[in-house]
């Protein structure tokens, strides 16, 4: 059955032999993603994650379904192997060659969380510091003019200068890196569990999905 509230969520594995390489979408919307490099691991709980090393992405193309959304989650559990010293990017859609259809941006930049909304003018923030070889949860949030950062349920930033809905953006969704004339600020490391959802999450909802999901980490 499909899942509802939600524009992307990632199909979990769990157990058995190494999984398809696929990027299944189980939404209503069938957002499905064409993996280049990026292998599967499966960690000690049994849950396969995505084991991405440096020159690997999962390219959804044009989402439509995001275009004129009011509201947005995204939340991730992530793993770098890297420094965090290294610019790397986690998700979203981010063409730096084309400003005005930028719309949303989870990354690890100049040693800190980033989360960036809609444009680069004044819609960014950052903080926290990530540990390397350390699994984080990660969640990003955005309703109108209100966007926030939560690592591992700490609120790590906030903002409020940008006002309005997502635009509607031609460019591509992608994970494990981001787009400038090319595919740039590839992640090293793991990524698993990967929603976005068409609703701001509540604290309450963070540290439920938090406390049902850690023990797939060890956290």
Not at 78 to 97: C, E, H, M, P, R
Not at 114 to 143: E, Q
Not at 190 to 214: D, H, N, T
Request: net charge negative.
């Amino acid at each position: 059955m499909k899942s509802t509230g939600y524009i992307l969520k990632e199909r979990v594995y769990v157990g058995g032999v190494s999984p398809p390489n696929t990027y299944e979408d189980e939404s209503r919307f069938g957002n499905d993603g064409s993996i280049s490099g990026v292998t599967w691991l499966r960690l000690p709980s049994g849950l396969w994650v995505r084991s991405f090393d440096g020159n690997d992405l999962v390219n959804f193309g044009n989402v439509p379904s995001l275009s004129g959304m009011a509201e947005l989650t995204v939340k991730v559990w992530v793993k770098t192997t890297i420094a965090v010293s290294n610019n790397q990017t986690l998700f979203g859609i981010w063409d730096a060659l084309d400003e005005p259809n930028q719309t949303f941006l989870l990354d690890i930049n100049g040693g800190t969380w980033r989360w960036a909304i809609n444009s680069s003018a004044g819609a960014i923030v950052s903080g926290g510091t990530p540990v390397i070889n350390t699994w984080h949860f990660v969640v990003g949030t955005y309703k109108t003019a209100d966007y926030r950062l939560a690592v591992d349920l700490v609120e790590v930033a906030t903002g409020t200068s940008r006002i309005g809905n997502l635009q509607t953006t031609t460019e591509e969704l992608l994970v494990g890196c981001a787009e400038n004339n090319g595919y740039v600020l590839f992640w090293t490391g793991q990524q698993g569990l990967l929603e976005l959802s068409s609703y701001v999450w509540s604290p309450e909802k963070k540290a439920s999905v938090f406390q049902a999901e850690r023990h797939w980490f060890g956290v």
